[in-house]
């Protein structure tokens, strides 16, 4: 089916470990993102991408490395995970024409780390 | 930094009512204006989306923009209780969107049967 993929829904890992989440869609959109979502802070961007091999920081991108090697996969990796990584991670795609097009929203990864 | 404010609620609101939501926004050059609804647990779908200043409506749903007041609004008639959800204000910068949205942080609305 179209849409996007995010791999593994759900993750428990350890502080210090790296853990990489996947994003796939099959729109062929050119820009994709991710966010996180935390109580009290609401959605902040960590990364985006304008296209294959073009990446870009957001808000809160400390702790985190992206790659974009391909249009449809934008993998986020947690180099050495820590307890303030804990959170919902969502990715999102848009296709850019002005006006801006809406983002569409991956159905997230929870990752707690002990 | 581009701050967008949302009261977080909850917001309750009897069935078959109109439920109001508000956005404020602090960056002028923003262009583009979403309402996203999310269900707990679940991931942002989108509901809305304005671009020029005025009312837009799609169905039960009406946004308002009003970019001399960097304000926007939905309006929801004939409140279901399937609408319980939170609802999020996101704006793009002056970029249009390239480098992502800015989120508020939420209203929770309930409508009581």
Same mark, same amino acid.
């Given at each position: 089916?179209?849409?996007?993929?995010?791999?593994?829904?759900?993750?428990?890992? @350890?502080?210090?470990?790296?853990?990489? =989440?996947? &994003?796939?869609?099959?729109?062929?959109?050119?820009?994709?993102?991710?966010?996180?979502?935390? =109580?009290?802070?609401?959605?902040?961007?960590?990364?985006?991408?304008?296209?294959?091999?073009?990446?870009?920081?957001? @808000?809160?991108?400390?702790?985190?490395?992206?790659?974009?090697?391909?249009? @449809?996969?934008?993998?986020?990796? =947690? @180099?050495?995970?820590?307890?303030?990584?804990?959170?919902?991670?969502? &990715?999102?795609?848009?296709?850019?024409?002005?006006?801006?097009?809406?983002?569409?929203?991956?159905?997230?990864?929870? =990752?707690?780390?002990? | !930094?581009?701050?967008?404010?949302?009261?977080?609620?909850?917001?309750?609101? $009897?069935?078959?009512?109109?439920?109001?939501?508000?956005?404020?926004?602090? %960056?002028?050059?923003?262009?583009?204006?979403?309402?996203?609804?999310?269900?707990? /647990?679940?991931?942002?779908?989108?509901?809305?989306?304005?671009?020029?200043? /005025?009312?837009?409506?799609?169905?039960?749903? *009406?946004?308002?923009?009003?970019?001399?007041? !960097?304000?926007?609004?939905?309006?929801?008639?004939?409140?279901? $209780?399937? %609408?319980?959800?939170?609802?999020?204000?996101?704006?793009?910068?002056?970029?249009?969107?390239?480098? /992502?949205?800015?989120?508020?942080? /939420? *209203?929770?609305?309930?409508? !009581?049967?």
């Amino acid at each position: 089916d179209a849409g996007i993929t995010q791999s593994p829904r759900y993750k428990i890992t @350890e502080t210090g470990r790296q853990v990489t =989440l996947m &994003c796939h869609q099959t729109w062929s959109h050119s820009y994709m993102f991710w966010y996180r979502q935390d =109580l009290g802070h609401g959605l902040r961007l960590i990364y985006y991408s304008a296209a294959a091999d073009i990446t870009d920081k957001g @808000e809160v991108p400390d702790g985190y490395v992206v790659s974009r090697s391909k249009t @449809e996969n934008f993998p986020l990796t =947690l @180099e050495s995970a820590t307890r303030s990584q804990t959170s919902v991670y969502f &990715c999102a795609s848009s296709e850019f024409r002005g006006p801006a097009q809406p983002q569409h929203f991956g159905d997230g990864t929870r =990752l707690s780390i002990l | !930094q581009k701050e967008v404010e949302q009261n977080s609620g909850p917001l309750s609101v $009897p069935e078959g009512a109109i439920a109001s939501l508000n956005c404020t926004y602090s %960056d002028r050059g923003s262009q583009s204006f979403f309402w996203y609804r999310q269900y707990s /647990g679940k991931s942002p779908e989108l509901i809305m989306s304005i671009y020029s200043n /005025g009312d837009k409506e799609d169905g039960r749903f *009406t946004a308002q923009l009003n970019k001399a007041s !960097q304000y926007v609004s939905l309006l929801i008639r004939d409140s279901q $209780p399937s %609408d319980s959800a939170t609802y999020l204000c996101a704006v793009t910068g002056s970029g249009g969107g390239a480098d /992502g949205l800015t989120f508020g942080k /939420g *209203t929770h609305l309930i409508i !009581q049967p």
